[in-house]
């Protein structure tokens, strides 16, 4: 599966099913960079993603995940999505924009808003 638009709902699915690793796992760059709000500070390449998805996949449980609004334009993606999920024993709900680069198949660079 190479098309942006399969891949990002195959993201989107496994989040929604709490299989964050997974996706990440067979989705993502091996030198994927990741941004939250701008910063990318140890979030550089997939080992340092990968750990940085563990501490959130870890401690989460997603009760729902509700896609908004998708939006694909060649190698690009981007979704808002509605989110439920309890971390750290705290009940969290909010809406996050999430905007994807692709590069052979994969993502390459993901910024969370």
Do not use: C
């Amino acid at each position: 599966m190479s098309n942006p638009e399969q891949v990002i709902k195959a993201i989107i699915k496994g989040i929604q099913d709490n299989k964050i690793l997974e996706v990440f796992d067979k989705y993502y760059h091996d030198d994927v960079v990741m941004y939250e709000k701008g910063d990318s500070t140890n979030r550089v390449g997939k080992a340092a993603n990968r750990k940085a998805e563990e501490g959130f996949a870890n401690n989460a449980t997603i009760h729902s995940a509700e896609i908004t609004k998708l939006l694909v334009t060649g190698n690009n993606t981007a979704y808002e999505m509605k989110m439920d999920f309890t971390y750290g024993g705290n009940r969290i709900q909010k809406t996050q924009w999430a905007i994807q680069e692709f590069k052979d198949g994969k993502v390459i660079k993901e910024e969370f808003f």
